[in-house]
């Protein structure tokens, strides 16, 4: 009888423990969860106004990082000024604790280091890479002064008569800038810049006659285009743009270089690799979401997703290819 007894109490105790067992696995993904929603928000730094396209980006990220975050809120926190460089001072003083980062176009990374004799960063040292988030591209701008349609024919007429070489950008310093002197080197013809103080203004005095073309952002040209005011000849990507697939690229007319521009994420410097790799798989996730990417693609930009290791070879290939033509313009900025 007690032998009875103690079975059955042996039995009771491997059930309660069976049942122990059960509960802990159905409660650890709530429990992870619980965690993960307690951690203090995410924070995405943007170095410019609302409205803009990395405030887009930063917010659409906003929206779907906390499914991949396992609930952790994100916020986004704008600190415009500088051209950027207002927010990477934020991100430098920021704890490498992976809560947070900043959304900033490539620029600062890739053009500010050859265009500034003194930065208030160190690109290898103050930021951790992430993640590339999507490409954006450039495009050569015939207008009524040319009206030219083929990279061709620029190229003859210039030779012809260096007078019709006359660029505008919406500025000194600018990724539009350089890129102009970079045709204008690949092509070998003499390439005269024309700064404006905005790409609004250069697209009127092209529309006006005032200058043969302009080096533009494709969205920001579309609408002239198709409205036959201007003529977009060709685009500086590696390949072509979604919104234009009837315009070639400068390779494929001759031209024997590419360039575009970008947006990505990074950490403050000492981000561990763990939380980087953590941070961009979550990104990668993001970006792969149909609805996202067509957002994206709305905005002229192209998604990408990419490793840390992977957009630090990108930094380290656009840094080297910006060099030569900012030092051959003699431009500095202070």
């Known amino acids: 009888m007690q032998r009875r007894s103690l079975i059955v109490r042996l039995s009771a105790v491997s059930s309660l423990s069976v049942l122990a067992t059960l509960a802990s696995a159905v409660l650890a993904p709530t429990a992870l969860a619980q965690t993960q929603a307690d951690k203090p928000p995410l924070r995405i730094l943007v170095g410019f106004p609302p409205g803009g396209s990395a405030d887009t980006i930063a917010r659409l990220l906003a929206e779907r990082l906390p499914a991949q975050l396992g609930g952790q809120a994100v916020v986004v926190d704008n600190k415009p000024g500088a051209a950027g460089r207002i927010a990477i001072d934020q991100l430098k003083t920021a704890a490498p604790d992976g809560n947070t980062v900043l959304v900033m176009p490539s620029g600062p990374v890739v053009l500010f280091p050859h265009v500034y004799k003194k930065l208030n960063y160190d690109v290898n040292k103050d930021l951790a890479p992430i993640s590339q988030l999507a490409n954006f591209q450039f495009c050569v701008v015939s207008g009524p002064k040319s009206n030219v349609k083929t990279m061709a024919e620029l190229v003859a007429r210039a030779k012809a008569d260096p007078s019709t070489a006359t660029y505008g950008s919406s500025g000194n310093g600018t ?159 202070d």
């Open 175 to 333: 990724v539009p800038h350089f890129l102009g002197l970079m045709i204008g080197d690949a092509a070998g013809i003499d390439f005269q810049h024309v700064p404006f103080q905005g790409g609004a203004p250069a697209m009127t005095a092209l529309m006006g006659g005032h200058i043969g073309y302009t080096m533009d952002v494709v969205t920001e040209a579309l609408e002239q285009h198709r409205a036959g005011k201007v003529r977009v000849i060709a685009v500086a990507g590696a390949q072509r743009a979604p919104q234009l697939p009837e315009v070639p690229t400068l390779r494929e007319q001759g031209v024997a270089m590419d360039a575009s521009a970008w947006f990505a994420m990074y950490g403050p410097g000492g981000l561990p690799a763990a939380m980087a790799q953590r941070l961009s798989g979550a990104v990668q996730a993001a970006l792969k979401d149909p609805v996202f990417a067509q957002r994206l693609s709305a905005l002229g930009l192209e998604p990408i997703g990419s490793s840390p290791e992977q957009l630090a070879a990108v930094q380290r290939a656009d840094l080297a290819k910006w060099a030569k033509p900012v030092k051959a313009s003699g431009f500095q900025a």
